[in-house]
């Protein structure tokens, strides 16, 4: 199976280097594809290296893509000292200038999806576009307000949904945390 992703991925032109950034080793994935428009950048999940996403970049077929291992992760060693999303962001725009872009679209995949969001914060005009897949507005996943959560749990579990006060009510939110719990009901 690896000698046929392997084939995949050389067909696919997806060339893979070490690359240092402010003094970090980065494990990068370049998928090669048709210039003129900006790259995709992609972080991927917590504790995830690039090739769990090779399926992805194999497929794409009309865009450059790069994506690297954060540190201590996968072909990138372990940084210095501990760091923070801002300092993934710093990496990754340090990336994006080293391989001779000014802008990006960028993508992030659950954690990184908050990784993508620091990016696009930190560095708003070097991102182009946003795309957040199974992630959340935040790092710690939580609401603004967890009580809205506790409050729309209880009401979903003793199937009392209409007994949250329309102030407790965002959008959808009691019939959301409903569909979550009777998609994993046996």
């Not at 995709?40 to 769990?52: C, K, P, Q, S, Y």
């Not at 959560?149 to 209880?154: P, W």
């Not at 209409?162 to 009691?174: F, I, M, V």
Request: charged content about 15%; aromatic content about 6%.
């Amino acid at each position: 199976m690896d000698a046929i992703v392997d084939s995949q991925m050389l067909s696919a032109n997806i060339d893979v280097q070490m690359i240092e950034v402010d003094g970090q080793q980065l494990q990068v994935a370049i998928k090669r594809g048709p210039k003129g428009r900006p790259p995709l950048l992609m972080f991927n999940g917590i504790g995830a290296n690039w090739e769990l996403a090779k399926p992805f970049l194999i497929a794409l077929k009309q865009t450059e893509a790069i994506i690297f291992d954060i540190p201590g992760v996968g072909g990138s060693p372990l940084p210095s000292f501990p760091y923070r999303p801002s300092t993934i962001a710093r990496l990754a725009m340090g990336l994006v200038e080293k391989l001779g872009h000014e802008q990006v679209d960028v993508a992030g995949v659950s954690w990184g999806g908050a990784l993508a969001q620091q990016f696009a914060h930190q560095y708003d005009k070097a991102c182009r576009k946003l795309v957040l897949a199974a992630t959340s507005p935040g790092t710690i996943m939580v609401p603004g307000r967890p009580s809205i959560s506790l409050q729309a749990s209880t009401a979903v579990i003793s199937g009392r949904t209409h007994s949250l006060s329309s102030s407790t009510r965002k959008p959808c939110l009691a019939q959301m945390v409903s569909a979550i719990f009777t998609s994993f009901s046996p």
